[in-house]
């Protein structure tokens, strides 16, 4: 991300810690099936039901078929008879179609299952010979259970970037809340709010109101005209009205965390 003319800050000097590293276990990978296994056979079930209906209702039809007269067969009786049968095994072939598709679905969801099961044993193997504890848990608990493997529900993380743009109620609405605002902030002084207004900018004082209206977590502000050459000299400012205030620069990273439900 660009904040302009590279600027650094002058007490970016440390170095961080060197985090632990953690043996990487490589047990190869497999495809997880979109549906599980118990879903798929009872939906190639009810298929092969609608399938030997279908074919009950075929074997009626050509029984009322057989049944009429030659003089009938001729005329809208056997026209209506023979539509219905031509309606009926358009139906079983679209049956005996998604039959076979969920049969591979099945199939194939069988080999996942297989390689999930050697891979999740490779993986506690790996684990037991580190001195880790492994629990390996199913999709299925996942996807129909998410209670028992999930913590409580929790309130998300809100990042707002404006870039260049002048204060206004829509970038206000929008930083409500905001875990990370990023803001323009072309120019310094609260002097030059009448410049900043002409050419659809922001000064510092002007993001740091907006931060503190909105109710912004962090500030921080990007964006700087040529003209400042070194942001954190007006960063006071800025802090004065939103104590959470930052000057962005090149690089800068943070990791935003959620905010756990105090029990």
């Not at 999930?150 to 998300?156: F, Q």
Request: overall charge negative.
């Amino acid at each position: 991300m660009d904040f302009v003319n590279n600027y650094q800050p002058k007490s970016d000097k440390k170095k961080s810690k060197e985090k632990e590293e953690i043996p990487e276990i490589d047990v190869g990978s497999f495809e997880i099936p979109s549906e599980p296994i118990d879903r798929l056979n009872k939906s190639l079930e009810l298929t092969n039901e609608k399938i030997e209906l279908a074919q009950e209702k075929w074997k009626q039809l050509n029984r009322e078929m057989a049944a009429l007269s030659d003089k009938d067969m001729a005329g809208e009786k056997g026209n209506a008879v023979i539509e219905k049968i031509n309606a009926v095994e358009t139906s079983m072939l679209k049956l005996q179609q998604q039959s076979e598709a969920t049969k591979a679905k099945i199939d194939k969801a069988m080999q996942a299952e297989a390689e999930a099961k050697k891979l999740a044993e490779a993986a506690r193997q790996a684990a037991e010979a580190l001195g880790i504890e492994c629990i390996v848990l199913k999709a299925e608990a996942l996807a129909d259970q998410p209670a028992e493997v999930l913590g409580a529900p929790r309130k998300g993380l809100r990042f707002v970037f404006s870039g260049d743009s002048a204060p206004c109620p829509a970038l206000e609405q929008a930083a409500q809340g905001a875990d990370l605002l990023l803001c323009d902030a072309t120019y310094a002084l609260p002097e030059q709010q009448e410049q900043a207004a002409q050419w659809g900018h922001s000064t510092f004082g002007q993001s740091a109101a907006l931060a503190a209206k909105a109710g912004a977590k962090r500030l921080w502000l990007v964006h700087y005209s040529p003209m400042v050459t070194d942001p954190e000299e007006h960063l006071a400012q800025a802090q004065s009205i939103f104590p959470a205030a930052e000057c962005g620069f090149d690089g800068k990273r943070i990791t935003l965390h959620y905010e756990e439900n105090e029990e």
